[in-house]
């Protein structure tokens, strides 16, 4: 098999961070954040503030929550919202993640544009990148769509 081409100014990792996780590879260091002094950061991963919207009117202590959710954060996770699309929307993107990986790949993401599946675009060899896969598709305006990379599996993703 020919070895890759070089990278090239908006080149996508050969392999999604679900591929490497299921290979048991180590963590490219691409990946990883270090210190000014090139050592590692052991950064924590931090708890997203939840804020029960079916209690705000009647917890002082969920509105406390939220108020320190908007001055410490800038966001917050709702639950019990109400709104199923939501849900809907949250269960459909579970499923096309659940897909097998060549299911997928046919709605990367062109090397240089924004739409489609794949992880972050590099620009530099310096990068650190994020450690998602993600699916990223226009909604509105509604002319800009690009429907190429909008999943037609599942079916209920269009």
């Not at 679900?18 to 708890?47: C, F, H, T």
């Not at 544009?113 to 699916?135: A, F, M, P, R």
């Given at each position: 098999m020919a070895e890759p081409a070089p990278l090239s100014k908006t080149h996508m990792p050969r392999k999604t961070v679900q591929e490497l996780v299921l290979s048991g590879e180590e963590i490219p260091g691409n990946y990883i954040q270090k210190d000014r002094n090139g050592v590692d950061l052991d950064?924590?991963?931090?708890?997203?503030?939840?804020v029960n919207l079916t209690s705000l009117s009647t917890s002082k202590e969920e509105l406390e929550k939220l108020q320190s959710a908007l001055s410490s954060w800038g966001y917050?996770?709702?639950i019990n919202h109400g709104i199923s699309f939501l849900d809907e929307v949250r269960?459909?993107?579970?499923?096309?993640?659940?897909l097998p990986e060549e299911e997928k790949r046919k709605y990367s993401r062109e090397?240089?544009?924004?739409?489609?599946y794949g992880n972050d675009k590099i620009i530099s060899e310096q990068q650190i990148?994020?450690?998602t896969d993600q699916l990223y598709i226009t909604i509105s305006p509604e002319d800009q769509?690009?429907?190429?990379?909008w999943p037609e599996n599942p079916k209920s993703f269009r």
């Amino acid at each position: 098999m020919a070895e890759p081409a070089p990278l090239s100014k908006t080149h996508m990792p050969r392999k999604t961070v679900q591929e490497l996780v299921l290979s048991g590879e180590e963590i490219p260091g691409n990946y990883i954040q270090k210190d000014r002094n090139g050592v590692d950061l052991d950064v924590p991963l931090a708890e997203i503030p939840v804020v029960n919207l079916t209690s705000l009117s009647t917890s002082k202590e969920e509105l406390e929550k939220l108020q320190s959710a908007l001055s410490s954060w800038g966001y917050f996770q709702v639950i019990n919202h109400g709104i199923s699309f939501l849900d809907e929307v949250r269960e459909v993107t579970k499923q096309f993640f659940k897909l097998p990986e060549e299911e997928k790949r046919k709605y990367s993401r062109e090397a240089d544009g924004v739409d489609g599946y794949g992880n972050d675009k590099i620009i530099s060899e310096q990068q650190i990148l994020d450690w998602t896969d993600q699916l990223y598709i226009t909604i509105s305006p509604e002319d800009q769509r690009r429907l190429k990379f909008w999943p037609e599996n599942p079916k209920s993703f269009r």
